[in-house]
């Protein structure tokens, strides 16, 4: 039995190349139902020809069977051995030849990392992070890139499909019904990207013609039956294909791309070379099964796998600090790709209110950490929307400050200089700084600190001087291990409204004693100025202002902070919400008007006073709704992007409970208006169609029908059993059948019961039913969660189902903060079980706790209890471990 290494952290400093590179690896795979026999053979090239350092391979729950140096057995008892890693010493200064022979089990591997079976009867493989070393002892960091040719061998009748990266270069038949098939990569990858699949697949075929000419072929594989629902997908596919080589002139590298579809996988998909592998919930959609939030999905998803071919695939990560090097990038890009495809400022505000619900609360609690982590115990935990989205908002920065071309310039010098190598965040921000000649030394300290910055900006009208001065002041709140900020760089872009609510032209800018002449970037007149604010205090004049400005701020959200402006008045929020030419901020002004509102109303429900909402707040809204008659309001309303027409609609009429929302009813016939705009938006065509026109007709409808049912009564229920009923559609459907699940009683124990029935064989299906009880508020619902994990329709081994019933329930006011602390316990239980079995989703859930600190006095002693009793189990995971204990310090 090998030695058992205690968890370590690691850290960004202590990086050091390794002491030998990997030119080629050739693995052999023979699969079977008992165990799967590995064997690599790598030929190993030391970085220094006079000393052989010792070679540490990583290996977990790897049986070893041999080693051998240019074809010499060494004895297992001479060398290394320990739970995590097989050291090797006495090596060859020459380059030389490293077999090794390994024994894996992927039956018992339920982590889901490595190679596994999954329950649909494959072999899959996950290798990102760090799932290699579970498949055989190797260097499993990403700055070991080599080239990849795998062998894999099994039963023909079980498997008969058999898939790795790059191109196919042989196959055949054995004895005993075992087949074989040689797979190549010509690219160097780091193991992280490698892919191997074998099973009983059925492929959707299709072809993309580059803009060089060459056919790729392209398929999607997935069991027999569910190839009809691969179409969006396929689609999807290639609007990315195209998409790449229209914006950023990157053309696909190899004669075949292959995506294949797996019921059982921890994270949404995985971007190795050439054979990418999927959760099925992101490929797999027709107009039944699927709603339009799916289908968005995934489109945005097929999208970021297939850009990370360049951005993560060709120029790689490093190390994994880097992380984001290669995520935030090919997030940024998905999210504009998607805004291509479909609505730009739609996109935006879905994307920004991600952030702010998810990252500024990562950012602000026991697990913030930079763009660039400093450490880790274990990499998995750090797969974050800190990493992630923030870390695409710092790429938006890039763009913002540079201009689209100056951005393309830069992305060109990175793979210019970078192609073929794994490299930092550094080199990127050096390849844009190089490619513009641009100053932006104090913007690289997004990458190392936390914390969302707080930008507060003042304004003051000097009507002689017809001056308009804009004052900041930037500060960046302690995070843990990070006491002190240091100012980072923020572009704040800036429009000025004159008083028919037009853009002003911006002339001239005083900053910081210097002035500027503003033009756009096509060389026009300026209508948003982006200014640089790199200092805690700033001023910045515009000049030549005729009238007093109404300011928009952050225009279309220039940078992840959290903007205070305690110089825009109310009237001026009520000005932006009709006028702004910025979509992005039309929305925010009604949003912040509408929490302005809620804070003030919320009190006085609760004193049961008289509630008023301003008229001008509601014809706002009533006027983005489309109802309004005043020309000027409906000239700009008809301009206004549909799906935005549904977003800026969440606070209108249910403004914060029901008495608000009655309140609000009775002051304009809000009803019959929500009734007109569900009859208005339904449609009379049978046949689904996902284009921006109708997902945006069919939110709005669906909103509206939402706030009429939270008025629980009959006639609104019989209203939303009808569009349950007469749906075509799964967006349709689902959205009614969510309405009707808001208020307790019979209609709702039917309807969800109508609902399995329908589609108890639809496993994706059952997840949206799973997900819609486990997010009830209402209350007591612990009893009901506890029933659901006895369900036949949960599997604790399913990551899907776990996000399904355990996720949402822990995003729950009533039932997760339950005040006895059954909604902690609840929790608490599920973690430990799972976490025998699959860590990685373990400590995802625990996460929920983790902001204890947050909750009243009550509920952190209950909460803190649980995560003490988790914390001190025996066994633990290094990926609960993690959590549970930086949440507790
Ligand atoms: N690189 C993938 C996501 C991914 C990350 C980690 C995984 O296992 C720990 C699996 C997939 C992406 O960004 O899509
Ligand atoms: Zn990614």
Redesign the pocket.
């Known amino acids: 039995m090998a030695v058992k290494e205690a968890p370590k952290e690691i850290f960004l400093k202590d990086y050091k190349p390794t002491g030998y590179h990997f030119d080629t690896v050739e693995l052999k795979f023979v699969l079977s139902e008992k165990k799967t026999t590995v064997v690599s053979k790598i030929r190993v090239l030391p970085r220094n020809s006079s000393e052989s350092p010792p070679l540490v391979l990583d290996g977990r729950d790897v049986k070893l069977l041999f080693v051998k140096i240019n074809g010499e057995e060494r004895k297992l008892e001479e060398v290394e051995l320990t739970s995590r890693h097989l050291t090797l010493k006495s090596l060859p200064v020459q380059p030389f030849d490293l077999e090794i022979g390994s024994e894996i089990h992927p039956e018992t591997n339920l982590s889901l990392?490595g190679l596994y079976k999954s329950s649909s009867g494959m072999f899959c493989t996950?290798c990102?992070?760090e799932?290699f070393r579970k498949i055989t002892f190797y260097q499993d960091r990403p700055d070991v890139m080599a080239k990849f040719t795998t062998r894999i061998e099994a039963d023909k009748a079980q498997y008969p499909v058999l898939l790795s990266n790059g191109n196919l270069i042989d196959s055949g038949d054995l004895e005993n019904g075992f087949h074989y098939a040689v797979w190549e990569d010509p690219f160097k990858k780091p193991c992280y990207l490698f892919a191997l699949v074998a099973g009983q697949l059925t492929s959707r075929d299709d072809t993309f013609k580059t803009r060089s000419g060459r056919d790729v072929q392209l398929r999607i594989w997935t069991p027999a039956q569910d190839v009809p629902k691969t179409e969006h997908a396929m689609h999807a596919l290639k609007l990315s294909m195209k998409w790449d080589e229209d914006v950023y002139g990157l053309e696909y590298d190899l004669d075949l791309f292959n995506i294949v579809a797996v019921p059982d996988f921890?994270?949404?998909?995985?971007?190795n070379k050439s054979l990418n592998i999927f959760n099925s919930k992101l490929v797999l959609a027709s107009a039944e099964t699927a709603t339009d939030v799916d289908y968005a999905a995934i489109l945005g998803?097929i999208g970021?796998?297939y850009f990370?071919n360049w951005t993560?695939n060709r120029v790689t990560c490093r190390d994994w600090f880097q992380l984001s090097l290669k995520?935030g990038l090919?997030v940024f890009r998905d999210q504009e790709f998607s805004s291509d495809m479909g609505s730009r400022p739609v996109k935006r505000i879905g994307d920004v209110a991600l952030l702010r619900t998810a990252q500024f609360s990562e950012d602000a609690g026991p697990m913030a950490h930079p763009v660039r982590p400093h450490s880790y115990i274990k990499m998995?935990n750090f797969?974050t929307v800190t990493v992630y989205e923030k870390g695409a908002e710092v790429v938006r920065m890039y763009q913002t400050l540079l201009g689209k071309d100056g951005f393309r310039k830069g992305m060109d010098l990175y793979f210019e200089r970078h192609d073929g190598q794994a490299v930092t965040c550094e080199d990127f921000f050096a390849a844009m700084r190089d490619a513009n000649s641009a100053n932006l030394s104090v913007f690289l300290r997004w990458y190392s600190q936390a914390g969302t910055p707080i930008l507060t900006v003042s304004t003051a009208y000097d009507a002689a001087a017809r001056s308009y001065t804009v004052k900041c002041k930037q500060e960046i709140p302690s995070t843990p291990g990070q006491p002190v900020k240091e100012p980072t760089l923020i572009p704040l872009a800036v429009g000025l409204l004159n008083s028919k609510g037009e853009d002003m032209v911006l002339t001239e800018l005083l900053d910081g004693g210097s002035l500027k002449s503003l033009k756009d970037t096509a060389g026009g007149p300026a209508k948003t100025a982006v200014l640089v604010v790199d200092k805690e205090e700033q001023e910045f004049t515009f000049l030549n202002l005729p009238e007093k400005p109404v300011p928009s701020f952050l225009r279309n959200f220039s940078a992840p902070v959290r903007l205070v402006t305690p110089t825009v008045t109310d009237d001026d929020l009520l000005f932006l919400l009709a006028h702004d030419s910025d979509e992005f901020n039309r929305w925010e002004a009604g949003q912040t008007m509408g929490r302005k509102l809620m804070l003030d109303l919320i009190p006085k429900a609760q004193r049961n006073e008289q509630l008023a909402v301003p008229s001008a707040f509601v014809e706002g809204m009533r006027r983005i709704c489309g109802k309004g008659t005043n020309t000027s309001w409906r000239k700009r309303t008809d301009g206004l992007d549909g799906g935005c027409r549904s977003r800026c609609s969440t606070y209108c009429p249910k403004i914060c409970d029901k008495r608000a929302c009655v309140e609000t009813e009775a002051r304009f016939p809000e009803n019959c208006e929500y009734r007109l705009i569900v009859t208005e938006n339904r449609s009379s065509d049978p046949h689904y169609t996902f284009d921006h026109k109708n997902k945006a007709r069919r939110s709005l409808k669906n909103l509206a029908l939402g706030y009429l049912c939270s008025l629980d009564e009959a006639d609104t229920t019989e209203l939303a059993l009808k569009e349950y009923k007469s749906a075509t559609n799964m967006t349709d459907q689902f959205a009614a059948l969510s309405s009707l699940c808001q208020n307790p009683g019979d209609v709702r124990d039917e309807a969800l019961a109508n609902f399995y029935e329908q589609w108890k064989d639809e496993t994706l299906v059952v997840n949206k039913w799973l997900v819609l009880q486990s997010m009830s508020d209402i209350p007591g619902n612990v009893k009901n969660m506890r029933r659901l994990l006895d369900h036949p329709s949960f599997d604790m081994k399913n990551p899907n189902k776990v996000y399904s019933l355990i996720g949402p329930f822990c995003r729950t006011a009533v039932n997760f903060h339950a005040k006895d602390g059954s909604g902690y316990e609840f929790l608490a239980e599920v973690t430990l079980q799972l976490d025998k079995m699959n860590p990685?989703v373990a400590s995802r859930m625990v996460s929920s706790l983790s902001r204890w600190k947050r909750f009243d006095e009550g509920r952190q002693s209950l909460a803190k209890a649980q995560l003490e009793r988790i914390a001190k189990t025996d066994g633990l995971s290094e990926n609960v471990f993690e959590i549970a204990s930086k949440s507790l310090a």
């Open positions: 990392e996950q990102e992070a799932g921890n994270m949404g998909a995985m971007e998803v970021h796998e990370h993560g995520e090919t998995d797969y990685q």
